[in-house]
T-cell receptor
Framework: DAKTTQPTSMDCAEGRAANLPCNHS???????VYWYRQIHSQGPQYIIH???NNETNEMASLIITEDRKSSTLILPHATLRDTAVYYC??????????????FGKGTHLIIQP | ETGVTQTPRHLVMGMTNKKSLKCEQH?????MYWYKQSAKKPLELMFV???????ENNSVPSRFSPECPNSSHLFLHLHTLQPEDSALYLC???????????????FGPGTRLLVL
């Protein structure tokens, strides 16, 4: 699976949009971009995923660049409960079976009141 | 609530003890996973089970022994652990398609293990 690069930490004011970047310059054509987050000492929570089109769900939006080498997760109106470590993961969808996720260090997003 | 439960939530054990961690998924998935998260380290994949068959062992020491009796239950049997095995142990499940395409993994809350 392709490697990802994320900033170590970011701050965002409560109520503002939080934009979390991720670089995945070695991504291949059959690899999806997944985002998870982990609130302190809890299990990771799935947020959103996409292949090449932008995606939106009730939690967030995912913007993937046209060359697919980077993406941005957008939390439109951040709240204090969005403080967490956010992981960008690239994963083959069709790998012939179940594949584990490879987590990096992620971005520690801190929402400031 | 993700549909994946883990028990116990906290566990303290001595190095000579034998204990087991339990994971149960209520999502009808056919793949289950164990991950380990040590302090200040990224989550690490330990084991993968697909249709109850172990398909991946990520060079995990033999003092960790997984068991998957059916597609809804996953155990991690622990014996003669070391203090450095203290960590958060996370279980996850997902649905793998017949063509091999896999879908989102859902995680349990984890078991916080302390080895004395």
């Amino acid at each position: 699976d392709a490697k990802t690069t994320q900033p170590t930490s970011m701050d965002c004011a409560e109520g503002r949009a939080a934009n979390l970047p991720c670089n995945h310059s070695t991504i291949s054509g059959n690899e999806y971009v997944y985002w998870y987050r982990q609130i302190h000492s809890q299990g990771p929570q799935y947020i959103i995923h996409g292949l090449k089109n932008n995606e939106t769900n009730e939690m967030a939006s995912l913007i993937i660049t046209e060359d697919r080498k980077s993406s941005t997760l957008i939390l439109p109106h951040a709240t204090l409960r969005d403080t967490a470590v956010y992981y960008c993961i690239v994963l083959k969808y069709s790998g012939g079976g179940a594949d584990g996720l490879t987590f990096g260090k992620g971005t520690h997003l801190i929402i400031q009141p | 609530e993700t549909g994946v439960t883990q028990t116990p939530r906290h566990l303290v054990m001595g190095m000579t003890n034998k204990k087991s961690l339990k994971c149960e998924q209520h999502l009808g998935h056919n793949a289950m996973y164990w991950y380990k998260q040590s302090a200040k380290k990224p989550l690490e994949l330990m084991f993968v089970y697909n249709f109850k068959e172990q398909t991946e062992n990520n060079s995990v020491p033999s003092r960790f022994s997984p068991e998957c009796p059916n597609s809804s239950h996953l155990f991690l049997h622990l014996h003669t652990l070391q203090p450095e095995d203290s960590a958060l142990y996370l279980c996850a499940s997902s649905q793998v398609g017949l063509a091999g395409g896999q879908e989102t993994q859902y995680f349990g809350p984890g078991t916080r293990l302390l080895v004395l």
